[in-house]
């Protein structure tokens, strides 16, 4: 039908060219832009994806700026610290001049204090951005001894966000603290005690503080020697087998009812002695919550609970559990009958006794057997000791063909023995742990007990040939302190130490390189904190890098144009929109032909 109303093939084509004109609108805008999803009506979940994505990527690239500034903060305070280390190097250098007899102490003290004086210049130049690590005031109400450097930004599936952060705690590297309230002091300013080359404390008088509470107090009587043959004769050996590692492999005691029962004869009758976690938890008189760990400490807490008279439990040279007879005579036995698990607890006994036979197969009571030891027995516990942080004790002990050794006790160890914090030994019981704990510590083959309120040292070795001595018994209250910065080896200086001989003076500058050498081991610990820090920014700011990277890419692959489809699909619209037009063209000229119908 013809109709001049309605020119159907015009509407068509009309239609045709506005799609193919909004098409080729929204292509000629990728291709200008350089993005598929530009805005959020192109694709609303696409669009705010990469949004966030943007923003985060912004974060980041802050969080890198960041670990440029940390990075440049530790390495600031790194190259202070190496540049200390060379000039106490070249001071321990000048003591170890002043040591020769006949050289001039007041120049090479010129020399240290100029050294000094740079110490102090290195700490407070060690500054970047207003911040410094070397030289601080922790009195300082904006003070904060941990330092953050921001490492990382992310986001969670809930968008929540998390800002990582690297801890420096500078205490640990500060050269110079200048808070005088408090003996938390730097590296270089802080006082240590003067120690002779076995860490003893000095006992040259002078600066002794009046706080001082230390004395022997019971260990006077300790000194002298002692060999197998003069121990007690006779003692009755009983080995159980097994060494205990299976044991030890277990569960340990878990529960508080958690334990292994020991049955065992003497001539006066059958005994038995429960070993549970409260038992385990106070072995060699250290916290190891329920753990035992070696067949000595199963031996130890043994010994803590026995209280039938002159058995006890030792190991044997093999690693084995044991128990003998502490009294002389051939009539003095001990027989083991059983070693089995005990529970109280849960129902469900956590511990094993694998590594010990449940009935042992050797019963029998034996008596007789030579296993002397070497024992010396020290004075009485009288009264509590207090130490002070520089106050001290100590003694010298050999067994065998061993090298002596110093065993000492200061503050610090009787509070990790004793789980305390005040350095008081509080009586006669507290004071066999702080000296079971000082033998551990200094690797000595000996242990001490207690014995008629005193205490008795004997030799891990048995048998005539077993040999043990104490001598050098002492107590320093109030020990000589000094700083690296303060040290002085002038005349003046080294008598007001009450060294006023050859030898003494020797010993106080001797002490004297032993604190710079404390002071260089601190800073070399230090840098090496440092450095670990350092590396660990570099690898941050890679990965960051890295990261950036690949959001990126992520973020174009979702919303960039590809160009190359773009251009393609650009000529095509062009040419579809030529066609649409001549289309249209021809559509609007077929209603002129109406005319000629009426033409006469």
Known sequence: MTSVNTNAAALTALRTLQSTNQQLESTQGRISTGYKIGEAKDNAAYWAISTT?????????TVKDALGLGAATVDTAYQGLNKAKDVLDEIKSKLVAATQAGVDRSIIQTEISSLQEQLKSIASSSTFSGENWLSVNSASSDYDSSKEVVSSFSRNSANGVTIGTVSVDISKVALFDSNTTTGNRGILDSAVGLTSSDG????????AS???????????GAVGSATGANAIQGVTAFNLTGSFAALNAANNFNDAGDGVKFTFATEVGSSF????????????????TGEVNSVQELANIFNKKVTTQGVEAFVNGAGNLGLRRTDAGATKTVAVTSVATIDTGSGTAHTSTAGFATTPADTAAKAGVDATKAALTSGNFSAAVTLDADDQISFTIKTGTNSAKA?????????DALGINTGVIADGSKYLTVLQAALRKAGVDATVSAASAAFKFES???????????SQTSAVAGAA???????NISDASLSALGAKNADDIAKVIGSYISAVNTAINKITTSASSLGAVSSRIELQKTFVNTLMDTIDKGVGNLIDADMSEESTKLQA???????????????NQSAQSVLSLFRS
Do not use: C, F, Y
Request: hydrophobic share 45%; no cysteine; glycine share 10%.
């Open 210 to 220: 009046t706080t001082g509470n230390t004395n022997l107090n019971g260990l006077a």
């Open 407 to 415: 065993v000492i006790i200061d503050k610090t160890l009787v509070n």
């Open 200 to 207: 003893r404390a000095l006992a040259i008088g002078g600066t």
């Open 573 to 587: 619209l062009q040419v579809k929109q030529q066609l649409g037009v001549q289309a249209l063209s021809i559509a």
């Open 481 to 487: 302190t000094i700083s690296v910065t303060n040290l």
């Open 460 to 470: 891990t070795a048995t048998g005539g040939t077993a040999s043990l001595s104490i």
């Open 273 to 288: 002695i429960d070993i549970t976690k409260a038992d385990a938890t106070i072995a060699n008189g250290v916290s190891v």
């Open 53 to 61: 994505l943007k923003s985060d990527n912004k974060s980041l690239s």
